[in-house]
């Protein structure tokens, strides 16, 4: 028994401690009143935890709290209250809110907000935003490859990313393959090869579109990796994600089994997208886990995800 | 930008020179009522599209261009795009615009255009689109703005849905005005078109509407702009007044 108490005073003390520890903060509104919840170490924290922190680094609230007279403080018609031993809650009445918005301070809001802290990077003046689809590029992050063709004269790649151009991107040979690297930004595409004038579709790339001249065009998803999971179907032999980034490919792309479930890396560029879980390769399922979904126009349900 | 916000073409000062008139009715970027500078009988060319003797508004534009850190000659909003059917295809990255006849149908239909799936009715305010939506049950009016990246809701009059807005943080506005401000920035729940398309929740901010408004001849509940339309696949036909849903590609299973 007294085992077990100690244990258990031990573990709460390690709770109490993660609890004091793990920074937060977060913004609600109640009524008439907003509040920012904060934990002190959230104060100039760039953490993805204290977003709603974010916009008062000017404030200089260590030093506030440090006096001890915070209860005497205000700012822009914010408050501050200790609501725990180290938590602390900004108010403000929300008709605060309530000033002019001219039509042009619309574009001053963009989503560089709901990106933290990749906002922080991008003030800093990143090198990552590209004002063209898709560049030839030696420090880029994809490469097309095209295996064999040795005796062909001209290899060129051509997409939806540059108007299907016929001319632009020429694929160098090296070896037994032809290749090209791009600086390509997120996004989906289609794309071919075209070799000595005839055109194909990338033989290593299994996902792929039926064209209007009946082809096929690759397909090409660059994004930032997504994680999918699916709880459960330990009975099931293999497990697949499919959905519109990957045109519903009844292959899917397999997911791996873990403890309690499966799971899968995807990546996907910033959108709208559906998709379904493929159990042993016949049953299509909705994630049970996302509640988000959207009926198609034949009355199937699928997830949906959304990237920002 | 092709910006449906805004009345007709606006040019950039940083770029265009203008001339003072005070008399030129204006609607656009800085509102009713502002001293403005004009440039008249331009010449604008999109691809193969070409406007003549159209007259711009000099407006200095250069918060756009710093913020997203490219180029932005101006804007093309309504008295330009009205005689055409413009899909917004944030995908396919692309905007096209098909020529309408007087009755809205579109002249030479280009083969890449998909299928329509649906159709919602527009109003206009004074030059905006305005529909009708849906959040969690409470019908509200939205005008459509390609030229805002984020949507906006008016503060005062989102009491009814305020459950479905949940905010993340407050953004430190220097306004035109030169005053600074907070606004509250969150994302926006549960809004549905057509009663049957729902959105997936976008980043929202609550403004107060009244100056839009103002220009915008409406009492809209907010504005939506890139955060609803890129998931989609519009067309808007100001003719017809119609706001169309094409079918997304996907096959399936």
Same mark, same amino acid.
């Given at each position: 028994?007294?085992?077990?108490?100690?244990?258990?005073?031990?573990?709460?003390?390690?709770?109490?401690?993660?609890?004091?520890?793990?920074?937060?903060?977060?913004?609600?509104?109640?009524?008439?009143?907003?509040?920012?919840?904060?934990?002190?170490?959230?104060?100039?924290?760039?953490?993805?935890?204290?977003?709603?922190?974010?916009?008062?680094?000017?404030?200089?609230?260590?030093?506030?709290?440090?006096?001890?007279?915070?209860?005497?403080?205000?700012?822009?018609?914010?408050?501050?209250?200790?609501?725990?031993?180290?938590?602390?809650?900004?108010?403000?009445?929300?008709?605060?809110?309530?000033?002019?918005?001219?039509?042009?301070?619309?574009?001053?809001?963009?989503?560089?907000?709901?990106?933290?802290?990749?906002?922080?990077?991008?003030?800093?003046?990143?090198?990552?935003?590209?004002?063209?689809?898709?560049?030839?590029?030696?420090?880029?992050?994809?490469?097309?490859?095209?295996?064999?063709?040795?005796?062909?004269?001209?290899?060129?790649?051509?997409?939806?990313?540059?108007?299907?151009?016929?001319?632009?991107?020429?694929?160098?040979?090296?070896?037994?393959?032809?290749?090209?690297?791009?600086?390509?930004?997120?996004?989906?595409?289609?794309?071919?090869?075209?070799?000595?004038?005839?055109?194909?579709?990338?033989?290593?790339?299994?996902?792929?579109?039926?064209?209007?001249?009946?082809?096929?065009?690759?397909?090409?998803?660059?994004?930032?990796?997504?994680?999918?999971?699916?709880?459960?179907?330990?009975?099931?032999?293999?497990?697949?994600?499919?959905?519109?980034?990957? @045109?519903?490919?009844?292959?899917?792309?397999?997911?791996?089994?873990?403890?309690?479930?499966?799971?899968?890396?995807?990546?996907?560029?910033?959108?709208k997208?559906?998709?379904?879980?493929?159990?042993?390769?016949?049953?299509?399922?909705?994630?049970?886990?996302?509640?988000l979904?959207e009926r198609d126009e034949?009355?199937?349900? @699928?997830?949906v995800?959304i990237?920002? | 930008?092709?910006?449906?916000?805004?009345?007709?073409?606006?040019?950039?000062?940083?770029? *265009?020179?203008?001339?003072?008139?005070?008399?030129?009715?204006?609607?656009?970027?800085?509102?009713?009522?502002?001293?403005?500078?004009?440039?008249?009988? @331009?010449?604008?060319?999109?691809?193969?599209?070409?406007?003549?003797?159209?007259?711009?508004?000099?407006?200095?534009?250069?918060?756009?261009?710093?913020?997203?850190?490219?180029?932005?000659?101006?804007?093309?909003? *309504?008295?330009?795009?009205?005689?055409?059917?413009?899909?917004f295809?944030?995908?396919?990255?692309?905007?096209?615009?098909?020529?309408?006849?007087?009755?809205?149908?579109?002249?030479?239909?280009?083969?890449?255009?998909?299928?329509k799936k649906d159709s919602l009715s527009f109003t206009?305010?004074?030059?905006?689109p305005v529909i009708d939506v849906m959040v969690n049950g409470v019908k509200k009016k939205f005008g459509i703005d390609?030229?805002?990246?984020?949507n906006?809701l008016?503060?005062?009059?989102?009491?009814?849905i305020?459950?479905q807005?949940?905010?993340?943080?407050?953004?430190?506005?220097?306004?035109?005005?030169?005053?600074?401000?907070?606004?509250?920035?969150?994302?926006l729940y549960k809004l549905s078109i057509l009663e049957k398309y729902r959105c997936a929740s976008m980043?929202t901010?609550?403004?107060?509407?009244?100056?839009?408004?103002?220009?915008?001849?409406? @009492?809209l509940d907010g504005i939506l702009g890139f955060e609803f339309l890129s998931p989609w696949l519009f067309s808007i036909n100001?003719?017809?007044q119609k706001l169309y849903l094409h079918q997304l590609?996907?096959?399936?299973?």
């Open positions: 028994m007294y085992k077990f108490l100690l244990l258990l005073n031990i573990v709460l003390q390690c709770n109490l401690l993660i609890a004091q520890e793990t920074p937060f903060s977060q913004c609600e509104i109640n009524g008439d009143d907003v509040y920012i919840k904060f934990h002190e170490s959230c104060i100039n924290s760039k953490d993805e935890s204290c977003i709603a922190l974010a916009e008062f680094k000017d404030f200089d609230l260590a030093s506030v709290i440090k006096s001890g007279l915070f209860t005497l403080w205000e700012r822009d018609g914010w408050t501050l209250q200790k609501i725990g031993s180290h938590s602390y809650q900004l108010h403000k009445k929300l008709i605060q809110f309530d000033k002019t918005f001219n039509l042009e301070d619309k574009f001053k809001i963009d989503m560089s907000h709901w990106n933290y802290p990749l906002s922080e990077k991008l003030a800093q003046g990143s090198s990552d935003i590209i004002d063209e689809p898709a560049k030839i590029s030696s420090a880029g992050n994809i490469e097309f490859i095209l295996k064999g063709w040795q005796k062909a004269k001209k290899v060129i790649l051509s997409g939806s990313f540059n108007n299907w151009d016929e001319n632009a991107i020429k694929l160098i040979r090296v070896g037994d393959k032809w290749k090209i690297r791009l600086k390509m930004a997120p996004g989906i595409y289609e794309y071919k090869f075209i070799v000595d004038g005839e055109w194909m579709h990338d033989p290593a790339n299994a996902f792929m579109v039926q064209n209007q001249h009946f082809t096929y065009n690759s397909i090409l998803v660059v994004g930032k990796d997504v994680q999918f999971y699916l709880k459960g179907y330990s009975d099931a032999k293999k497990v697949a994600l499919s959905g519109s980034f990957n @045109n519903w490919d009844k292959k899917g792309v397999s997911c791996i089994k873990t403890k309690d479930g499966w799971k899968v890396t995807q990546k996907l560029p910033p959108g997208h559906f998709y379904k879980f493929i159990i042993d390769g016949q049953h299509w399922i909705i994630d049970p886990s996302n509640q979904q034949e009355g199937n349900v @699928n997830s995800i990237i920002h | 930008m092709v910006d449906t916000g805004a009345d007709g073409l606006v040019l950039n000062s940083q770029h *265009f020179i203008g001339t003072a008139d005070d008399s030129r009715k204006y609607y656009g970027v800085s509102g009713r009522g502002k001293s403005l500078s004009v440039s008249y009988n @331009n010449q604008i060319a999109m691809d193969n599209l070409n406007f003549i003797n159209i007259d711009a508004d000099v407006v200095d534009l250069s918060s756009i261009e710093y913020n997203k850190d490219i180029k932005i000659l101006g804007l093309v909003g *309504f008295s330009l795009l009205s005689d055409f059917e413009i899909m295809n944030y995908r396919g990255r692309f905007i096209s615009l098909s020529r309408v006849d007087i009755k809205g149908n579109v002249i030479d239909p280009m083969p890449f255009i998909l299928d206009l305010g004074n030059f905006i390609s030229g805002a990246e984020i906006l008016d503060l005062k009059k989102s009491k009814d305020m459950a807005f949940q905010p993340i943080k407050t953004i430190r506005l220097t306004g035109s005005d030169g005053k600074e401000s907070d606004v509250l920035a969150g994302r980043a901010v609550l403004i107060n509407m009244d100056n839009l408004n103002k220009i915008y001849a409406s @009492n100001y003719k017809k590609k996907v096959i399936n299973p």
